[in-house]
């Protein structure tokens, strides 16, 4: 990531920071028409700490999105307003936001909360209070069960990921794959979707697992057990930060494996982490590229983008679909929308086409339909398919 980029970002999470109140896209009016329905969309993002230029990149693309809805909808009346407010990508500060968005603020629902505890920290406090949770990112796949009917998702399971990386690894003849991960709820539950799609593709099981606490001292040991068991593929299931020191502790040690990682790393803050380090690693994408293209909502994204003091990230371009797709669903609703009634409107959005990308906001455990890529990096920090 650049620092200008960089730079950026950490005024916007400062600005945001301050009493909560929503922070606008440059072309977002902050003041709704006279006489407009103005939808409260709460959101509790890491802002700081281990994943905040992921948290900031979601958040500023769905700030895009919500100005461009807020314009095209000025004469009907109804119209988005987002409450972001910082857990530094901790749950106890997720459930406590999301507890202040839908009572004192009284948010109309719950928006893109980003990680996997904070997500079921979010969908909990929402079944509580009667409400939803649209959009989690990284949630795990748990709260795809038909026991939380309240929780509605833009981007696919982790066992989806799983699938897809497991499968390219036996497709070249990788059999022998081991696993790192956080130990945290995100990093269990990606392991937990890699063992379902082993199981599944029956391939091996995993050769070696490895779950470190983030900023331990423990990193070391892990990996020599690990590269005991002689791994020809090594899936990540972690934040940049574990991700970066893992793959330079590898390579020293002479590891020549493939490092396949899942898409909560985020492409930039891991190419910060490793510079020119980062070539030859796979990581899955669950949205299409940010880079110029042809299908429409990238176009429409890469617009927003232009016209204020953002870049282009995958993350952002996540963020930018979640918030059009609950743009969306609100507009289907009706102005006079209740929470059971738009419940009932998501829940029937099970085919849904945001400009050339599909949603199925209700696709239970998997949803097989959504094309998930597999992209490398090169050493300079270009994306190669």
């Known amino acids: 990531m650049n620092s200008s980029r960089r730079q950026v970002l950490k005024t916007s999470g400062a600005l945001l920071l301050g009493g909560g109140l929503s922070l606008p896209a440059l072309s977002q009016s902050t003041k709704a028409p006279a006489g407009a329905r103005v939808v409260l969309l709460g959101q509790s993002v890491p802002l700081t700490g281990a994943a905040g230029e992921i948290g900031l990149a979601f958040a500023a693309g769905s700030r895009l999105a919500v100005g461009e809805f807020n ?54 406090v929402a079944a509580q209070q009667g ?15 038909a026991s939380h009917p309240n929780v509605f998702h833009v981007r696919p399971g982790m066992i989806d990921e799983a699938l897809k990386i497991v499968r390219q690894c036996a497709t070249v003849g990788q059999t022998r794959i081991a696993l790192v991960g956080d130990d945290d709820a995100m990093g269990r539950a990606g392991l937990a979707a890699v063992q379902q799609a082993v199981t599944e593709l029956k391939v091996p099981p995993l050769v070696a697992t490895a779950m ?26 972690s934040l940049s930060g574990t991700t ?65 003091d953002q870049t282009p990230s995958y993350e952002g371009l996540e963020g930018f ?57 090169s050493a300079d920090g270009r994306v190669l398919r």
């Open 321 to 377: 679909i979640a918030a059009k797709v609950v743009g969306e669903a609100v507009r289907r609703a009706g102005r006079s929308f209740t929470t059971a009634s738009l419940q009932r409107v998501m829940t029937a959005m099970t085919d849904y086409d945001v400009g050339g990308f599909r949603i199925n906001l209700r696709p239970g455990l998997r949803d097989p339909s959504r094309n998930i890529d597999l992209i490398s990096i």
């Open 212 to 237: 470190v606490p983030m900023g331990g001292d423990k990193l070391d040991a892990a990996l020599k057990t690990v590269l005991q068991q002689t791994p020809q593929a090594i899936v990540l299931v």
């Open 131 to 145: 409400n939803l949770l649209f959009a989690p990112f990284a949630a795990a796949d748990s709260l795809r069960e």
């Open 244 to 308: 970066a020191n893992a793959i330079r502790k590898l390579r020293k040690s002479g590891y020549t494996g493939s490092f396949m990682a899942f898409s909560i790393v985020g492409i930039d803050p891991l190419y910060a982490e490793l510079g020119k380090d980062i070539g030859g690693i796979v990581i899955s994408q669950v949205v299409p590229s940010p880079r110029p293209s042809a299908i429409p909502i990238v176009k429409e994204y890469r617009a927003a983008v232009d016209n204020s």
């Open 71 to 124: 314009e095209r909808n000025a004469a009907s009346g109804l119209q988005l307003k987002l409450l972001q407010l910082d857990d530094g990508y901790d749950a106890t500060r997720a459930a406590a936001n999301a507890r202040t968005l839908l009572g004192a603020d009284k948010a109309d629902m719950l928006f893109g909360f980003v990680g996997t505890a904070s997500s079921d920290a979010g969908a909990s």
